[in-house]
């Protein structure tokens, strides 16, 4: 792992989505049609998400993965680039185009997502070994499920040989690689997928304990169930913690757990505490419920330490 002696470095592997988003009071139910609020495209994708977070709270940041060669992907490496981001290893695929989802968001911040992946399902090899050159003196690798997970894994078990702390976000909800457990340093369900691998309902903090012992029996060494508003519960061999969420007003749950995620990947590297990152973690996730949109709601770092200065 690089010298911990200031900003993190952090490679993001993983998706980047142009999110089409409506909000409306209420979800449709089925075969219904509601009238909508609003409308906006805004840049989203699980993988970018985290990448921009990190990038606003002050780590080094590498994006790896691809776009379409059409206006949301020129758009999406502008942002990223915007952000500070190295796209370096972002390709541009003549041959897929670039991943989009479509999300609902309600009156009470709620969303429901459509995702069509397009080029980001279409990471081979080529972002493989990019992703490699990538992790060359960083200090975190930072997974999720919406790019192929035989080269997330791939890039895991690099980064396990190369001393990066991978840290694994395994949404959407879906299943991952047997082999994939032991390489994830760090894994952060939410409940719904907490309960798609190890086949516990997480209701509480029991239920959530029980699901990170079923995880941390496969080989994850820190399992982290996020609970929404709930609070998150975290548990490796040696020790375990609750941390309750922040009381925000929330707008837009979209890309609260991307948040989450890299605030706890930087405070990771950074050398804080289990108990401190996850605080860390928690208040980038709360602050980026209360703006609409995903990475342009992601918290600077000033923002989350405020937050915890405030409560604490
Ligand atoms: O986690 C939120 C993200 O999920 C959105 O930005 C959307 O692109 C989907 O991938």
Redesign the pocket.
Known sequence: MAANTGAATIVALG?I???LVATMERMPADGETVEGNAFFTA????G??QAVAAARLGAHVRMVGRVGDDTFGRALLDGLRAHGIGVRDVAVDAAHAS???M?MVDEAGQNR?V?VYGANMACDGAQLDAAKRAMAGADALMLQL?TPPEISLAAARHARGEGLRVIWDP??AALMPDDAFEFADVLTPNQTEAAMLTGIEVRDVDSARAAAGALLARGVRLAVVKMGEDGVFAASASESRYMPAFAVEAVDS??A??AFGAGLAIALSEGLALEDALRFGAAAGALAVTKPG??DAMPSRAEVEGLIGGVG
């Open positions: 998706s989505n142009m999110d840049p989203g994708g699980k970018a998400n991943g989009v989802a999300i997502i995702a919406e949404a959407p979209v890309a757990g991307d995903a990475q």
